[in-house]
Nanobody, 114 residues
Framework: QVQLVESGGGLVQAGGSLKLSCAAS????????MEWYRQAPGKQREFVAKITGGGSTNYADSVKGRFTISRENAKNSVYLQMNSLKPDDTAVYYCRAVWGSDAWGQGTQVTVSS
């Protein structure tokens, strides 16, 4: 069973930066598409960014130019560098692995103060 563990969340002022990490427990990571989602209070979970096994990336319009997704296959890890954070970025951020099946992490809280 694949396990995903996110880390790196916290409290930051508007305009600041955070880097989220997600570590996967199994080697299937190298072929998996890795994705980040977020869920704000009272809202549905929404797509943030994804990176394929080949390194292709895609971003939600709301984070383009501010967030960068990357992966490090040797460490079974994916990252989300978040810059120019806004209060609207406040949410629980989830990591997801997709390889034919899928798996989700437990989430990490990001709070951006104005």
């Amino acid at each position: 069973q694949v396990q995903l563990v996110e880390s790196g969340g916290g409290l930051v002022q508007a305009g600041g930066s955070l880097k989220l990490s997600c570590a996967a427990s199994r080697i299937i990571f190298v072929i998996a598409t890795m994705e980040w989602y977020r869920q704000a209070p009272g809202k549905q979970r929404e797509f943030v960014a994804k990176i394929t096994g080949g390194g292709s990336t895609n971003y939600a319009d709301s984070v383009k130019g501010r967030f960068t997704i990357s992966r490090e296959n040797a460490k079974n890890s994916v990252y989300l560098q978040m810059n120019s954070l806004k209060p609207d970025d406040t949410a629980v951020y989830y990591c997801r692995a997709v390889w034919g099946s899928d798996a989700w992490g437990q989430g990490t809280q990001v709070t951006v103060s104005s």
